[in-house]
Antibody, heavy 119, light 106 residues
C-alpha cells in the first residue's frame, strides 16, 4: 500500500526538543519530494519546507528557517521534523505530504502528528 | 512572497452550487489545486492542475483558473461536503496555501 505513516503524538515542555517522523512505503520514496505542513488550531495550512530524500536537498519556508530542522534517512524511507527548543506557540498538528511526480500538488499525506507544548 | 486569498466562509443549501474563489497575482500562470480538510483528518486533494479530479473524487467537484482567480465549484452540494477548503499553488519550491474557506451546508 502506498502510504506515509507519521509518528505518534508528543507532549513536551517549553525548552525541550522533539523529532517527529514520516515513513513512506509502497513507492519510490527516495526520489520524491516530501514536505511538512503545519496546522494550528483554528488556523490555515502553513508550508514549512521540503526535502528530497535521495540527497537531502532541503528548502525551507523563510518563516520556519532556523526554527526547525528537516532531515531524511533514505535507508529507512523516513523524513524527520525536529525542534531544538520548543515554545508553547509550536503547539500544532504537523503533516508530511508527498509532492506528486508532476510537481503540481501534494498527492499523498500522512495522518498527522500532534505536538503539544505546555508547562 | 506570493499570496493567495480566499473568502473565510461560504454557505450553501443542500443540492445547490457552491463556488469558492482563490485570488493571486497572475494565478493563471501557475497550476492551482484544492484540498478538502475535515477535523481530525489530513487534507485530501479534490482538484489539481486547475481542473483535474483525482480518482475517487465525485464529479460534482470541478475547478477553473483564469486571470487572477481560481475557482472551486461544487454542484449539487451534499452535507458531507461541509469542510474547510484550501487552494494551493507553487512559488518556486515552496507551496503557498490560501487562508482557507469554511463551507457550511445548511
Amino acid at each position: 500500500e502506498v502510504q506515509l505513516v507519521q509518528s505518534g503524538a508528543e507532549v513536551k515542555k517549553p525548552g525541550e526538543s522533539v523529532k517527529i517522523s514520516c515513513k513512506g512505503s509502497g513507492y519510490s520514496f527516495t526520489t520524491t519530494w516530501i514536505g511538512w505542513v503545519r496546522h494550528m488550531p483554528g488556523k490555515g495550512l502553513e508550508w514549512m519546507g521540503i526535502i528530497y530524500p535521495d540527497d537531502s536537498d532541503t528548502r525551507y519556508n523563510p518563516s520556519f528557517q532556523g526554527q526547525v530542522a528537516i532531515s531524511a534517512d533514505k535507508s529507512i524511507n523516513t523524513v524527520y521534523l525536529q525542534w531544538r527548543s520548543l515554545k508553547a506557540a509550536d503547539t500544532a498538528m504537523f503533516f508530511c505530504a508527498r509532492r506528486d511526480a508532476s510537481g503540481s500538488y501534494l498527492d499523498l499525506w500522512g495522518q498527522g502528528t500532534l505536538v503539544t507544548v505546555s508547562s | 512572497s506570493y499570496e493567495l486569498t480566499q473568502p473565510p466562509s461560504v454557505s450553501v443549501s443542500p443540492g445547490q452550487t457552491a463556488s469558492i474563489t482563490c485570488s493571486g497575482d497572475n494565478l493563471e500562470k501557475k497550476y492551482a489545486c484544492w484540498y478538502q480538510k475535515k477535523p481530525g483528518q489530513p487534507p485530501v486533494v479534490v482538484i489539481y492542475q486547475d481542473k483535474k479530479r483525482p480518482s475517487g473524487i465525485p464529479e460534482r467537484f470541478s475547478g477553473s483558473n483564469s486571470g487572477n482567480t481560481a475557482t472551486l465549484t461544487i454542484s449539487g452540494t451534499q452535507a458531507m461536503d461541509e469542510a474547510d477548503y484550501f487552494c494551493q499553488a507553487w512559488d518556486s519550491s515552496s507551496a503557498v496555501f490560501g487562508g482557507g474557506t469554511k463551507l457550511t451546508v445548511l
